[in-house]
Antibody, heavy 121, light 107 residues
Framework: QVTLKESGPALVKPTQTLTLTCTFS??????????VSWIRQPPGQALEWLAR???????FYSTSLKTRLTISKDTSKNQVVLTMTNMDPVDTATYYC?????????????WGQGTLVTVSS | DIQMTQSPSSLSASVGDRVTITCRAS??????LNWYQQKPGKAPKLLIY???SLQSGVPSRFSGSGSGTDFTLTISSLQPEDFATYYC?????????FGQGTRLEIK
């Protein structure tokens, strides 16, 4: 049974760095073809893909946010970590981690419950 | 980035209606198009992948079609649990993008 769960601070101040952790079970990121992505959703707005890490440590980032994002994995802990620098109130959103179906790239059939991050002083 | 444009942005319909939502990509994405349903406070749920393949466990009243730049999601007979927001998403490019969403409301 595949599960994912996001964790991190609920509140960050502007200019701070956000660190989110996705802890998963039911699969291994050392298995060929496995990938995990981060996706966010501001309140009342659309979904926005942020970053992806693959089993072979390949990393991909949103074009608009790539200068602020870093994704990494700890295979032994079954965790994927996303850091986002220079947080701004517009980054207030629910942040999800998700795994695509099989060895595909972006049809996400497993999602975490999401974690709401508010950026405010 | 590939832009995904959904229409309409919102839609009012009744139980039993047939509903179609369209999604247009700014460039050809072959069949790398997925559809999700999202209810308030919940994570999105994958309905359709690869433009027309029904995800396991999803009712057969949901169907998808299209290729290239134009795609549709059809719900053949709306049920009360189908009132939600629907998103299309392309996975052709490594930089994945979503549509802006279509909110399906009860008439």
């Amino acid at each position: 049974q595949v599960t994912l769960k996001e964790s991190g601070p609920a509140l960050v101040k502007p200019t701070q760095t956000l660190t989110l952790t996705c802890t998963f079970s039911g699969f291994s990121l050392s298995t060929s073809g496995m990938r995990v992505s981060w996706i966010r959703q501001p309140p009342g707005q659309a979904l926005e893909w942020l970053a992806r890490i693959d089993w072979d440590d390949d990393k991909f980032y949103s074009t608009s946010l790539k200068t602020r994002l870093t994704i990494s994995k700890d295979t032994s802990k079954n965790q994927v970590v996303l850091t986002m620098t220079n947080m701004d109130p517009v980054d207030t959103a629910t942040y999800y981690c998700a795994r695509p179906r099989g060895s595909s790239y972006g049809d996400f059939d497993y999602w975490g419950q999401g974690t709401l991050v508010t950026v405010s002083s | 980035d590939i832009q995904m444009t959904q229409s309409p942005s919102s839609l009012s319909a009744s139980v039993g209606d047939r509903v179609t939502i369209t999604c247009r990509a700014s460039q050809s994405i072959s069949s790398y198009l997925n559809w999700y349903q999202q209810k308030p406070g919940k994570a999105p749920k994958l309905l359709i992948y690869a433009a027309s393949s029904l995800q396991s466990g999803v009712p057969s009243r949901f169907s998808g079609s299209g290729s290239g730049t134009d795609f549709t999601l059809t719900i053949s007979s709306l049920q009360p649990e189908d009132f939600a927001t629907y998103y299309c998403q392309q996975s052709y490019s490594a930089s994945i993008t979503f549509g802006q969403g279509t909110r399906l409301e009860i008439k």
